[in-house]
């Protein structure tokens, strides 16, 4: 079972964990995503991979608590185990080279922008991150990004750190020419209706773009069909077919319908899991 | 003796006003009476032709002799010897399509009940103690991609075969389709459970949670791993949907999606068990497949107060085990034959029915079977909670997408040697669904000891 080797608490409701996984560190690419279960009879969960280093052996994951087994996960501590930890799993993002690509995350997901930029700012591409919050505490692993970008955009909702505003405000300057400029590629990644907003907002100025999809999954390797994702009118899996997917053939309806499946479910989990803590 | 008698003997089962709402295996199974009665009705022909309807090739008059003289254990090895999953084909083999087919008794009779045999004496075999143990006497390292039906056997014949052999699977338990797909009232886990831990006594050592494509490509399991040779026994685990209006509603699920929340996931359990399974009042299952009988009565057993089959086609094309039909009939499961769906309907995003068409029996396809052509203007709405599609699968792309010179043909399926299960690259075989597109858990045990011969024969090669 694969071991934590070091936890660091990013917001009251994030957590980082560096996992010890040697196969899965030296196969690993950015967009993709390990299934985890942390208990016997616990569901599998897909995370999105954030960073990894080949030579140490070992993954980052950022897991935020957003029901009962993401609460179960930011519960293990270093040198707990984790029962099941599967992956690589979904397609790697890719991207011509030479461009500027302009990473956009948002809440946690701005972890998965990590192995993304720097591998892309090793090769040589110009690289911006854009990254938002509700206000500065929220903002995570700046301090991570910083060294592997060219710049850095830090956006606040209350204007308590960087530039008062939605990422995509911002986005929308740079495409018009403010800052590090317009962008060839955008790659976002964070909550559905902060990727569609990027989607809405590079649609126009036709910057091509890809987005993350975080949809439903029971195993996540293409055998439940459960992720379906609408994309230019075709339903494909993301475990297989994505999970990184062209930003304006997505239909973003759908998929926040079909993420609200199993809420009443989700709740009762945690009304379980809290009356469990309580006793 | 033989006796002649024209019935089978019938199986135990449990009542099905019970069983329909709870997850207990629905067959008994024969007592010790039932299977000394059923094992004297076998002429031993002289050419035991039921012997050429299995694919694993069970010297079943042999088996059953032994049954009806007493010797248990002689009877456990001439199974264990030729199938090393007697207790789990037993229950799942569709008999009546192949060995049974072929027993000399059912040009006039019923034939001999060779599965519920075969159940009886691998039962008895489970509450003995464990006789096989490990013996590695090759130095060769085999790997087995997937842990389902022909992964299964292959492995299990090469240990016997004195090889080290490894199975990868992607899923965080063995069984494959076994464990995920079939559901307990079928298959209890137990005697799956009991099936692998016989193979590990043999010395295979089995992996969870390793993907080959994505963990590990094939191509390390050699250069890496140092293995002389590789199995793949992937199956058939893509679901395939309609492509009809309305399948992205909340509520429709692949058959597929549906048995992995409940079997591998036991969502039965929820909340204990944390993976939820939402089941409507009525649960509306297309197709008439294996798969489409275990959704339906599972759905049944979930709550659905009303559980239907929706079939494009007749009851004399259905691709479904006779005793899975009868046990779904009993168990009030309603049947639309000639049906065919049309579109989902939802309302607030949830379905709410679906529109069929309903449709008449023309001309024979490719397949052989009867065309069905629609009626015109027939069409009408099943009001219905959930939609179950249990219309096929092919094969995962995960690993020919990753890995180079691994031929498949259009359907996706790998391309190997009927026989021998070779691919087109050099010491790697396969079988199973993953060669023929979904098909039976026997035909896969069949194909992956086949496949561990011609290992066994590349490495080994006679003097």
């Known amino acids: 079972m694969p071991r934590i080797l070091e936890t660091r608490r990013l917001t009251p409701v994030t957590k980082c964990f560096r996992i010890d ?68 799993l979904g397609g790697k993002i890719e991207l011509p080279p030479g461009g500027h690509v302009c990473g956009v995350g948002g809440g946690f997901g701005t972890a998965s922008l990590l192995c993304l930029m720097r591998e892309l700012t090793a090769r040589g591409d110009k690289t911006t991150a854009i990254v938002g919050a509700r206000s500065k505490d929220l903002l995570i692993l700046l301090d991570d990004l910083r060294p592997v970008v060219h710049n850095l955009e830090v956006c606040t909702d209350d204007g308590s750190a960087g530039f008062k505003g939605f990422v995509t405000q911002r986005l ?6 403010d800052g590090p400029g317009r962008p060839d590629h955008v790659v976002a990644i964070g909550p559905m209706a902060m990727m569609r907003a990027v989607a809405q907002t590079t649609r126009e100025p036709k910057v091509k773009t890809l987005v993350s999809m975080d949809p439903l999954m029971v195993d996540g390797t ?34 926040m319908r079909r993420n609200k499946q199993y809420v009443r479910e989700e709740k009762l989990a945690m009304e379980r899991l809290a009356c469990m803590a309580a006793r | 003796m033989p006796v002649k008698r024209a019935d089978k003997t019938p199986m135990p089962v449990r009542d099905a006003r019970v069983r329909a709402h709870d997850f207990r295996e629905v067959n008994l199974g024969y007592t010790q009476a039932h299977a000394a009665f059923e094992a004297d009705r076998c002429l031993r022909c002289q ?6 309807g299995c694919p694993v090739k069970i010297p079943i008059p042999d088996f059953i002799h032994a049954v009806s003289i007493g010797d248990m254990a002689g009877a456990a090895k001439i199974l264990r010897t030729a199938n090393p999953l007697p207790a789990i084909c037993g229950r799942v083999c569709p008999q009546e399509s192949q060995c049974e087919s072929e027993c000399s008794m059912v040009k006039h009779h019923d034939s ?72 307990e009232f079928r298959l209890p886990k137990s005697v799956l459970d009991w099936e692998i831990g016989v193979l590990k006594a043999m010395g295979v050592e089995i992996v969870c949670n390793v993907i080959i494509g994505r963990t590990l490509t094939l191509d390390a399991l050699f250069d890496k791993y140092g293995c002389a040779a590789v199995f793949i026994g992937t199956g058939a685990g893509l679901p395939q949907f309609l492509g009809i209006p309305g399948e992205n509603l909340n509520g429709v699920m ?34 008439a497949g294996n798969t489409a009988m275990d959704a339906v009565r599972t759905s ?131 079988g199973g669904d993953a060669v023929t597109g979904a098909a039976t858990v026997i035909l896969a045990a069949g194909a992956g000891k086949r496949a561990a011969q011609a290992i066994h024969e590349a490495l080994a090669p006679k003097q």
């Open chain 1, 21 to 88: 996984a040697p196969l899965i560190a030296a196969s690993a690419q950015p967009g993709q995503f390990v299934m985890l279960r942390v208990r016997d009879g616990g569901e599998r969960i897909p995370i999105t991979i954030a960073d990894y280093d080949r030579a140490a052996g070992t993954l980052m994951i950022v897991v935020q608590e957003v029901g009962a087994t993401t609460k179960r996960v930011c519960a293990l501590e270093a040198g707990d185990e984790i029962l099941d930890v599967a992956g690589p």
């Open chain 1, 172 to 177: 929308a300057q740079l495409i018009a020419g």
């Open chain 1, 222 to 255: 293409g055998m439940c069909g459960g992720c379906r994702v609408t994309v230019g009118g075709k339903a494909l899996f993301a475990c297989v077919d994505g999970p990184c997917f062209d930003a304006h053939e997505v239909d973003f309806e759908v998929a």
């Open chain 2, 47 to 52: 050419e035991p032709i039921c012997v050429d």
């Open chain 2, 112 to 183: 001999v009940a060779i599965g519920h045999l075969e159940r009886y004496v691998a039962d008895w075999e489970r509450t003995q103690a464990l006789t096989v143990r490990a013996e590695i006497t090759r130095k060769e390292k085999i790997a087995v991609i997937g842990a389902g039906p022909s992964g299964l056997v292959c492995a299990g014949e090469l240990a016997r075969l004195g090889y080290p052999v490894t199975i990868y699977e992607a899923l965080h338990a063995p069984g494959g389709v076994l464990r995920y797909g079939i559901p």
């Open chain 2, 254 to 287: 692949s058959a597929n999606e549906f048995l992995t929340r409940v079997n591998l996931m036991r969502g039965y359990e929820f909340p204990e068990a944390d993976t939820p399974v939402r089941v409507g009042k009525r649960f509306a299952v297309i197709g």
């Open chain 2, 300 to 430: 049944l057993r979930m709550g659905a107060d009303e559980a239907l089959i929706v079939y494009r086609r007749s009851e004399k094309e259905m691709g479904a085990r006779v005793e899975e039909y009868h046990h779904a009939i009993e168990e009030g499961v309603k049947f639309h034959w000639l049906t065919n769906p049309l579109e989902v309907l939802g309302d607030d995003g949830w379905v709410t029915g679906l529109k069929c068409q309903r449709m008449k029996l023309g001309e024979r396809d490719a397949s052989g079977r009867a065309r069905p052509v629609p009626i015109e203007g027939s069409e009408f709405v099943l009001p219905v909670d959930n939609v179950v599609l249990a219309i096929g699968t092919t094969p995962n792309p995960l690993l020919t997408r990753t890995t180079s010179g691994l031929l498949t043909n259009k359907r996706g399926c790998l391309v190997a040697d009927e026989q021998t299960g070779l691919t087109s690259r050099e010491r790697v075989f396969a």
